[in-house]
Antibody, heavy 121, light 110 residues
Framework: EVQLLESGGGLVQPGGSLRLSCAAS????????MSWVRQAPGKGLEWVSA????????YYADSVKGRFTISRDSSKNTLYLQMDSLRAEDTAVYFC??????????????WGQGTLVTVSS | QSALTQPASVSGSPGQSITISCTGT?????????VSWYQQHPGKAPKLMIY???NRPSGVSNRFSGSKSGNTASLTISGLQAEDEADYYC??????????FGTGTKVTVL
């Protein structure tokens, strides 16, 4: 059974940093691209970032480019999102999502339950 | 990259069919066949309902179908059931190697 478990969310001050983790199980982690998708309270879905199965290619939304860094550790079956220079508008539930392919195509067949990030002073 | 345009709400009676539109541009929906649809119940993670415009993942009811014409993709739910009441989002790859979601549609079963 595929499982994705996010962790690392919490309350952080504007300008601060946070690292999210997503522990994956039930599939060959290195064979699939992964993404982070966020949802602000009461709002719609927003794609944040993606990484290929090999980790050699990364992609970012303009809203986070230069501030967020996606990475993966296949030895630990874990996806990461390093978030720096956080802003109030980054407040959201962050979901990790498994792509249906080894390269990023944006069809997410499995999702975690999400971790809440709140940026506030 | 602007969000794809979806109607804010669509409603129908049990047993009826409804269609949700998802309008973009030639740089996203119109230029790629990587259009997906997701269902999201309150407080839950999204669920993939349609991928690559018209393909259904295993386990998804055949009451859900997808199509595309030009810059507009559509999701049709036939034989509407109470459990279909949820928010629905489309998504598409873009020419910038990013992904854009739709604005979301709340489906109400009357």
């Amino acid at each position: 059974e595929v499982q994705l478990l996010e962790s690392g969310g919490g309350l952080v001050q504007p300008g601060g940093s946070l690292r999210l983790s997503c522990a994956a199980s039930g599939f060959t982690f290195s064979s699939y691209a992964m993404s982070w998708v966020r949802q602000a309270p009461g709002k719609g879905l927003e794609w944040v970032s993606a990484i290929s199965g090999s980790g050699g290619s990364t992609y970012y939304a303009d809203s986070v480019k230069g501030r967020f860094t996606i990475s993966r550790d296949s030895s630990k079956n874990t996806l990461y999102l390093q978030m720096d220079s956080l802003r109030a508008e980054d407040t959201a539930v962050y979901f990790c999502a498994k792509d249906s392919s080894s390269w990023y195509v944006g069809s997410f067949d499995y999702w975690g339950q999400g971790t809440l990030v709140t940026v506030s002073s | 990259q602007s969000a794809l345009t979806q109607p804010a709400s669509v409603s129908g009676s049990p047993g009826q069919s409804i269609t949700i539109s998802c309008t973009g541009t030639s740089s996203d929906v119109g230029g790629y066949n990587y259009v997906s649809w997701y269902q999201q119940h309150p407080g839950k993670a999204p669920k993939l309902m349609i991928y690559e415009v018209s393909n259904r993942p295993s386990g998804v009811s055949n009451r859900f179908s997808g199509s595309k014409s030009g810059n507009t993709a559509s999701l049709t739910i036939s034989g509407l059931q109470a459990e279909d009441e949820a928010d629905y989002y489309c998504s598409s790859d873009t020419s910038s190697s990013t992904l854009v979601f739709g604005t979301g549609t709340k489906v109400t079963v009357l």
